[in-house]
């Protein structure tokens, strides 16, 4: 056991010594080398996610991506768009040149400003701290699984991570004037951070820096005087705020939500040293040992916390635009990393003995290299168009080919122009967010309503089109299988033609073809009434070796079509598929039963074996007297097409 013990204390000695001998001669180079090897590095990083960024469909922040590249993209030929207030002001006149050339050179844009926002902390942290406290709190900064993915998008979050970044790199060398003078722009980059005010008033005047307190107030100034002659009122920033949704489009969640989430917007290892880095901070006062930076760290504490209290409280309450998503966060991670960059400093700096020494440092680069991995292990990434998309990109080649570009196109989802190649400002080439009760509608135009922004931007449903004296479906699309919206609603698209005179045609007949024409090469395995009474735990509806019937044909989906007459009771009972092959479970599947009392059919995508059992029945779990029947219930194989 010695021995062991001893094996482990060499194994130990020699990577703290490396990992200890490496910082030491780093921290001994000049200035100029330290700087050069991390650009260095911040280079590489940066080259290094740009490519990384080509291989996403999609981005973090999902349509905001196309609203924000349209409005810096348009701003040079509708330069009222610079007012735009959801746009965000400071974002769209930095962000409109990238824009130009495309989504892509905006989501380089801030793959640059992340790299420079590295390069702040840094050099923020040199300061005080040693280089390899430095480069380990850059390390965690970069790798946090939702900056990482801000990164690489075309989202706002990014520049107000730089802005907070740079606030605190001049606090740090006590420049208040440059501090508040970029302060006073991250309103006009992110809104909430208006919360921020009343800390950094108290900050200032903690310090005594009276006279640098109405900078802070200096962009918001100047944009409020421009404002002013295009809106014809002088608080514009406040009446023109498109923040006033209700709880029913924002959602409420637990007060709790973002601390449970912490993980995953930051990384376990992040967590762990900036938990560990509180602790100490908190001991460190109780002791009443002064430290020469604590006001640095008490601000960077501040602003992360009050960022979470502020989210925290909205989110809980309701009805204050916030619909609890992580990505808010990315502004305050420079402050967080700050914070954990101090605590590895100051925990490693006067260890006990040489062997808590190494130990430690070991910890540190242990933590520092599983962070890297975190973004990976946290988000399925790279972001890949998801079966909603892929409906919505089938619709549009369809839409493509079969209409012709003099007509106009009325929508609701922004993917649409940006695929299309729309300018979204053009209302005689398309208009998006429509009123459906009373639209414009001349002449033959097109309507493309899909489920999922047509719920939340046009408050409408399906029946308020298919419905509509005006309006003709020509054309449906669907995923393969079925995806809920954000009202729980089943994700579909739409395609109709204005016309005129009154629709003589019935658009529900017309919806039933175009939905069964989706599916191909229809296998039909069971197609009868069903009737079930009793206490019994199953009910069996299908089982059989379906091997010969499957052989050689194509297929992606089971397919059920079902018309439920009576159901006595809907508690603890469920429907559910079985595959099985070679006397193994290979897919089981079970939803409750009354999903049929609104539903007519159902599509499980399947594996697809080249012989299997499959299994359909209902399952009795409480084995309560029960009464089921159907008036009509189909079971197919078939190939599902968009």
């Known amino acids: 056991m010695a021995t062991e013990n001893q094996s482990l204390w060499q194994v130990q000695m020699s990577v703290g010594l490396t990992f200890e001998t490496y910082s030491s001669l780093v921290n001994r180079l000049p200035n100029q080398s330290k700087h050069l090897n991390l650009l260095i590095f911040l280079a590489i990083y940066a ?10 469909d999609t981005f973090e922040g999902g349509r905001d991506n196309y609203a924000h590249f349209f409005i810096s ?3 040079w030929k509708y330069p009222r768009l610079l007012l735009d207030h959801w746009g965000k002001p400071a974002f769209t006149l930095v962000s409109s040149p990238f824009a130009q050339i495309g989504i892509r050179s905006v989501v380089i844009m801030n793959v640059i400003l992340s790299a420079f926002t590295g ?54 060398n006590k420049r208040f004037t440059a501090a508040s003078i970029v302060f006073s722009s991250l309103v006009l980059i992110r809104t909430e951070t208006f919360v921020f005010y009343p800390l950094i008033i108290a900050f200032f005047i903690y310090h005594k820096k009276y006279t640098d307190i109405p900078y802070l107030f200096l962009f918001p100034t100047l944009y409020t005087i421009a404002g002013f002659f295009y809106y014809n009122d002088p608080l514009w920033l406040i009446s023109k705020s498109p923040y006033r949704g209700s709880v029913d489009v924002y959602g409420t969640g637990s007060i709790l939500h973002f601390v449970k989430n912490l993980p995953v917007l930051i990384g376990w290892p992040f967590l762990l040293i900036l938990t560990a880095s509180i602790l100490w901070f908190i001991v ?50 420079p402050a967080m990393a700050m914070v954990a960059t101090a605590g590895i400093h100051h925990m490693l700096r006067k260890p006990r003995c040489l062997k808590s020494q190494l ?91 899909d489920t999922r922004f047509g719920a939340i931007e046009g408050m409408s449903n399906p029946k308020d089109f298919l419905y509509h004296p005006n309006l003709q479906l020509i054309q449906y699309f669907a995923p393969k299988i079925t995806e809920k919206t954000f009202n729980g609603s089943d994700y579909e698209i739409f395609l109709f033609k204005t016309l005129n005179e009154k629709n003589s045609v019935d658009n529900i007949r017309t919806l039933d073809s175009l939905k069964t024409h989706k599916y191909k090469n229809k296998i ?5 009434p069903f009737f079930a009474y009793g206490q019994d735990e199953f009910f069996e509806i299908f089982n059989a070796d379906i091997s010969e019937m499957i052989s050689g044909k194509t297929f992606n989906i089971l397919h059920i079509n079902a018309k439920l007459r009576n159901l006595s009771r809907t508690d603890g009972l469920g429907f559910c598929i079985s595959v099985e092959q070679g006397g193994e479970i290979k897919e089981f599947m079970s939803f409750p039963m009354d ?22 029945f209902i399952w009795n779990q409480q084995k309560k007297t029960v009464e089921i029947e159907f008036d009509k219930l189909e079971v197919s194989l078939a190939e599902k097409i968009y």
């Open 284 to 333: 460190n006062r109780i002791q009443k040992k002064k430290l020469k930076e604590e006001p640095l760290l008490l601000l960077a504490n501040g602003l992360w916390m009050l960022h979470l209290a502020a989210h925290s409280y909205a989110y809980w309450r309701g009805g204050h635009a916030s619909m609890g998503l992580l990505r808010v966060f990315v502004p305050v991670i």
């Open 595 to 616: 999903e049929w009392i609104d539903k007519r059919y159902r599509d499980q995508l399947l594996s697809g074996f080249n012989g299997f059992i499959l299994k359909i």
């Open 73 to 75: 993209k348009y701003s």
């Open 359 to 449: 130990r430690g440092k070991i910890a540190l680069m242990v933590l520092s290299m599983a962070q890297i991995a975190q973004p990976w292990i946290h988000l399925p990434i790279p972001y890949r168009y998801d079966e909603a998309d892929k409906a919505m990109l089938a619709a549009l080649d369809w839409y493509q080919q079969h209409n012709s570009s003099e007509r106009k196109l009325y929508y609701y989802d922004l993917l649409i122009p940006y695929y299309l190649n729309l300018n979204p400002f053009d209302t005689t080439v398309c208009v998006e967010k429509f009123d459906f009760k009373e639209p414009s509608f001349n002449g033959e135009n097109m309507v493309l309503y």
């Open 47 to 56: 080259v290094g996610l740009s490519v990384y960024s080509f291989m996403f």
């Open 119 to 172: 390069y702040i902390l840094f050099k923020t942290a040199i300061k005080t701290y040693t280089i390899s406290s430095a480069f380990a709190g850059c390390l965690l900064l970069l790798f946090s699984p939702y900056f990482f993915v801000i990164s690489a998008s075309a989202m706002t979050e990014m520049m107000a991570s730089t802005v907070i970044a740079l606030v605190l790199y001049f606090v740090a």
């Open 524 to 528: 039909p395995l069971f197609s009868n």
